[in-house]
């Protein structure tokens, strides 16, 4: 009975496969808006300013690394949580794949997720004054408030990590 159960909860796994299906649903509707956003700015590029053509690749930047930590975190949680990928690739696989542990998708996650963040706060800077738009400072203090406790959960995740890697050497 016991060893039933347990086959039981280790099958279970496979219940987050229909989930890593609808990450690469999001990452297709990531591509769309890219190629959308690409497709309406192009025609502009002769018209646009420096600060607007900054604005408009820091967008682009913004969607792309959202679509990278949807990748990080497609293949690396169906490796780490679901079953290796088994597929002849022709040396196309990246190097990261299959070493990526939950601990490196964590720090991978929250790099991310800090760059996506600055990316949006630059981009609020950028935009301040522009088009006699008044300046929203509650709105930029709690932006700026927000990214500051990415970036200090980003770094305690890093010291836990390090503290845990070093713990286990003295083991």
Known sequence: MERS?????????????????????????????????LLYYAPQ????TADKAILVVLTLIDLTLAAN???IVLFSGYENFVSKL???????????MGTVD?????????ASIVAISA?????????I???GSPVQEVE???????????????????????MTARSAKKY
């Not at 590029?45 to 646009?48: E, G, I, P, Y």
């Not at 939950?102 to 929250?110: A, D, E, N, T, V």
Request: glycine share 10%.
């Open 45 to 48: 590029v002769l018209s646009m």
């Open 140 to 162: 930029l203090k709690w932006m700026v408030v927000i990214h500051m406790v990415f970036v200090a959960s980003g770094v305690l995740m890093a010291a836990m990590d390090w």
């Open 102 to 110: 939950f601990g490196g998708l964590k720090m991978k996650l929250i």
């Open 69 to 71: 930590l949807l990748v």
């Open 5 to 37: 159960f347990e086959q039981t909860l280790f099958g279970s796994r496979w219940l987050m496969a229909p989930m890593y299906l609808g990450l690469v649903v999001s990452l297709g509707m990531l591509t769309i808006v890219f190629c959308r956003e």
């Open 119 to 127: 990316i949006h706060l630059l981009k609020q800077f950028m935009e």
């Open 86 to 96: 088994d597929i002849d690739d022709g040396g196309d696989r990246p190097s990261w």
């Open 129 to 131: 004054g522009k088009n």
